[in-house]
């Protein structure tokens, strides 16, 4: 028999380990207010993308009206594909270099790229102008991914990193509601009108991305980004600032046990990454890629086209669609925090399972009332939202175990290959599949892909239900070394 390989993360930490108590002083942090504003500050990302795909389901009927930019249902699908595009380059850039050059460099760069993308966006004249936009847009946001996911993992305490990352990610349909709503106000008559609303929805994007650069600019550097390129000194005073504002709040803290970090490494080589990512932990990237894949095709096929199905199939009014948004934005919000802590109680093999496979199964379900026609325009808001409330917490556990199964050295390039190889296949390829179905105006082929969607994630839960790390209160320097 030959001799069992080591993983790869063991072998970093050998290679340059040290005794340090700082990865166990962030652990052991009571929450406090200063957790609180971090979570506020990072987790704007997920509502500006929520806003902003929002915005695109939203109008995207407007969007085809002669006065306005005259586009096809296929056209509307294509600027989804075409953000998605480039949230897929902008993860593996900025992914990059958010291992490279810092947590909080990159966040702040990432999020001036979003804001004036999006005000771009507001004077867009044609499909390709409209295009170009919502690329460089999605850079931003696809670069916020890695940045934020890496931050926020790297300073919550271990114990209620689930469902603080589950939360944060849920956070999404936060922007979801926000899109909705200023579309709905936008564009009715009586304010703006079709005509103009839907550029002063983006403009307003972009204003609500300009405060959150003054907020961002006070969250610090990540201690254990800064141990593993040997700026401990640093590291040291930023965890000294951020114990004597959780002991203004708690009192005198306990003290914290040494573990071991990667000090000094610096980012690994691509060689190095693809390795440990191929070869040393392949089932846990098989199951990260599954869940990727699947959350991305469900989320992106159904919501970027969403207003579509209303207006081609339920007869909505184009300015009445983000009337139906509220409630499927309401499951998809509520779904992170009603079912967060069970990620960190019952554990996340099962809870990823679980919601992943339920999803799986009431996608499917839908997909056959909606062939029988079954459903009114209020029937299917009703049942997305039942639906998303489960398949929300699933979609956000994917961001979860992507940021923190694997070591830090590497982790916001892991999270970004798998953001990428997921949304590039399952996302990418949704809104043009689905524009292109609802364009056919036969039910069928709308509900087989509905269907295709159910297996997608019922596949990544049964991946997840044998194969998904037990991760659930260990620090992530001890699930990064999981055999």
């Not at 809870?351 to 199964?361: E, V």
């Not at 524009?435 to 159910?454: E, K």
Request: charged share 15%; aromatic share 10%.
């Amino acid at each position: 028999m030959g001799r069992r390989r080591r993983p790869v993360s063991s072998l970093f930490i050998m290679k340059s380990s040290a005794a340090s108590d700082i990865p166990g002083r962030l652990d052991r942090l009571p929450w406090s207010g200063w957790h609180w504003r971090v979570v506020m500050a990072l987790g704007i990302a997920w509502v500006l993308d929520g806003l902003e795909v929002t915005l695109i389901g939203s109008i995207g009927s407007v969007l085809e009206r002669p006065d306005t930019l005259a586009l096809s249902a296929a056209q509307v699908g294509w600027t989804g594909s075409i953000y998605i595009a480039g949230a897929v380059l902008g993860a593996l850039v900025f992914g990059r270099l958010t291992d490279r050059l810092g947590r909080k460099k990159l966040f702040m760069i990432t999020l001036a790229v979003y804001m004036l993308a999006t005000l771009a966006t507001a004077f867009s004249t044609s499909f390709l102008f409209l295009s170009v936009c919502r690329f460089i847009t999605g850079l931003g946001i696809g670069g916020e991914y890695a940045a934020i996911n890496s931050a926020i993992d790297e300073l919550i305490p271990a114990r209620v990193r689930g469902r603080v990352a589950l939360f944060i990610n849920g956070s999404f349909w936060i922007g979801a509601a926000l899109g909705a709503a200023l579309s709905l106000v936008m564009l009715d008559a009586r304010v703006l009108g079709p005509a103009l609303g839907w550029r002063a929805c983006f403009v307003l994007g972009a204003v609500l991305a300009v405060a959150i650069v003054l907020i961002r600019r006070h969250v610090p550097e990540s201690p254990r980004w800064l141990l593993m390129h040997g700026r401990e000194e640093e590291a040291r005073r930023i965890i000294d600032a951020i114990e004597a504002q959780v002991e203004r709040q708690h009192g005198a803290l306990a003290p914290a046990a040494p573990g071991l970090h990667a000090s000094g490494r610096g980012t690994p080589p691509l060689r190095e990454v693809f390795s440990l990512l191929l070869l040393d932990y392949r089932m846990r990237s098989l199951v990260v890629l599954s869940m990727m894949v699947a959350q991305a095709f469900v989320y992106n096929a159904i919501f970027f086209t969403y207003a579509l199905v209303l207006t081609r199939f339920f007869q909505v009014p184009d300015n009445r669609v983000a009337l139906y948004i509220f409630p499927f934005a309401l499951g998809n919000v509520l779904g992170p925090f009603v079912l967060g802590p069970l990620f960190d109680s019952l554990g996340r093999r099962r809870m990823i399972s679980l919601t992943y496979i339920a999803s799986g199964i009431g996608l499917a379900l839908i997909g056959w009332a909606f062939l029988s026609d079954w459903l009114s325009a209020t029937g299917l808001a009703i049942c997305w939202s039942a639906v998303f409330f489960i398949a929300s917490a699933a979609a956000s556990s994917a961001y979860l175990t992507a940021s923190e199964v694997f070591p830090l050295e590497m982790r916001a390039l892991a999270i970004s290959i798998f953001y990428a190889i997921g949304t590039g296949t399952g996302g990418f390829i949704a809104p043009v599949l689905f524009g292109w179905l609802i364009d056919s105006g036969d039910r069928a082929s709308v509900a087989a892909g509905y269907g295709l969607g159910a297996a997608l994630a019922i596949f990544a839960g049964l991946l997840a239900m044998r194969h998904a790390v037990h991760a659930e209160r260990k620090s992530l320097e001890e699930v990064a070394r999981l055999g």
